[in-house]
């Protein structure tokens, strides 16, 4: 059902938003709400979701993906998680925000004709998973997916090498968590977190991309090196001040 729900309003290259819904959220929250529905559909492909259904994303992966500013998301947030359609919680350290899509109150938001579509679509899936059920006669021939981020784990792997002066040549244990981490940050950020863990004093010896892309450490909790070696970064850039406080 979510599924279904989702194309009605999800993007991908694109974005698209649903009139009516906009009308009675606002287009910057519908913009807001189509973006995470894209998000949580990939996370939700790739068994991602956590164990209650919330998924997460970062400020600056919605302004990439949306052009919202900062005042913009948060105001559209805000109006989501009032009208009861999304739920944030933030924890972890650095402090991350989930978010969970309720689509009970978007369904009553959308228009005659959005809620037919939706129920001819459960009439197919229906339809074809009792097809499915009862006979194997239609077998659909598997085409081997290109992987779209290829060229970005080729640089991720020659960077690695060219910092280190290695020569490693396998992707193997890391491929599949880049993957997940190109959807939170942009592949010069990741080159540049790259970049930064020999000026790490704890990882300069220890961190390969097995460990950089890492999800969760060893007891099980959410990790970000990612967001950590970029944050180091920011730390070290010289700050200006002014009379009266930090610029």
């Known amino acids: 059902m979510k599924e279904l729900i989702g194309n009605i309003l999800k993007s991908t290259g694109y974005l698209v938003i649903n009139k009516t819904l906009a009308k009675k959220v606002s287009l910057e929250a519908a913009i807001c709400?189509?973006?995470?529905?894209?998000?949580e559909?990939?996370?939700?492909?790739?068994?991602?979701?956590?164990?209650?259904?919330?998924f997460f994303n970062t400020r600056e992966n919605i302004a990439k993906d949306t052009t919202l500013s900062f005042y913009q998301q948060r105001?559209?947030?805000?109006?989501?998680?009032?009208l009861g359609i999304l739920e944030i919680k933030e924890y972890g350290i650095p402090k991350k925000a989930y978010y969970r899509i309720d689509y009970l109150p978007v369904i009553k938001n959308l228009t005659t004709s959005d809620k037919e579509t939706l129920h001819q679509e459960v009439k197919k899936l229906n339809i074809n998973n009792n097809n499915n059920n009862?006979?194997?006669?239609?077998?659909?021939?598997?085409?081997?997916?290109?992987?779209?981020?290829t060229d970005s784990y080729?640089?991720?792997?020659?960077?690695?090498?060219?910092?280190?002066?290695?020569?490693?040549k396998s992707m193997e244990g890391w491929k599949k968590n880049a993957e997940f981490w190109l959807t939170i940050y942009?592949?010069?950020?990741i080159l540049q977190a790259i970049r930064q863990i020999p000026s790490d004093s704890f990882?300069?010896?220890?961190?390969?991309?097995?460990?950089?892309?890492?999800?969760?450490?060893?007891?099980?909790?959410n990790v970000d090196y990612i967001q950590k070696l970029l944050t180091s970064i920011e730390d070290k850039k010289p700050k200006r001040f002014m009379i009266g406080g930090e610029l």
């Open 33 to 39: 709400l189509s973006d995470l529905i894209t998000k």
């Open 41 to 54: 559909s990939y996370f939700r492909d790739h068994n991602m979701l956590d164990n209650e259904g919330f």
């Open 75 to 82: 105001k559209s947030l805000k109006k989501l998680e009032k």
């Open 134 to 149: 009862n006979n194997n006669i239609y077998k659909v021939k598997e085409t081997k997916k290109i992987d779209k981020n």
């Open 154 to 168: 080729n640089k991720f792997l020659n960077e690695y090498n060219k910092v280190f002066n290695r020569k490693t």
């Open 186 to 189: 942009s592949e010069d950020e």
């Open 203 to 221: 990882w300069k010896d220890k961190m390969d991309l097995t460990i950089l892309f890492r999800r969760k450490n060893s007891q099980g909790e």
